[in-house]
């Protein structure tokens, strides 16, 4: 299995990669915005839920397919570009409706958790970052190394669900904090809304693999 030593280096790149803001840390802070916090949160739960499969698929070799393949790789990526624009104009259209009420929307735990768990799933940049980091840390001489991708990914996800959660906090607080005017609560949700576009259009239309 892993030495002490190797999983320390991981955790610590891994801290390093995930502490610089990317794709799921933009959706969750959309997400918080518009929603509050415990939406935020769930939207980070259902975020690292949606990703463990494509820790599985690097584990048992699925993912180096995936990841070899321009026409699958380019099908989940504009699957789930699609998907957080969509919920970025569902969170713009409704964003009036904060004004009657100063607390967070009640959006059902399950739909949450649902449609962060789609948003991770598809995205793609995870299978190609798993399958170029993780093997960088395994060493096949010390046996199972399918076992050995699967605890550094999740590890890797333990850390992300702590950074992300961080983020998703913080971002709900400023939401309260600005709650304090119905007007700013709105201007937030409709902000919320078009950070979700934006990033679905720029994954759209970034990221392709020469």
Known sequence: MITPSTLLAFALASIVIILVPGPSVLFVIGRSIALGRRAGVLSVVGNTLGTIPAVIAVAFGVGAIVASSVIAFTAIKFAGALY?????????????????????VRIPTGTLLRQGFFVGLTNPKTIAFFVAVLPQFVDPAAGSVWAQLLLLGLVFQCIALVSDSAWALAAGTARQWFARSPR????????GGVLMIGLGGTLALTGNRS
Request: no cysteine; aromatic share 4%; hydrophobic share 45%.
């Open 84 to 104: 957080l624009v969509w919920l970025g104009i569902q969170a713009i259209r409704h964003r009036r409706g904060h004004l009657q009420d100063l607390a967070p």
């Open 184 to 191: 700013r609560v709105s201007t937030l949700a409709g902000t």
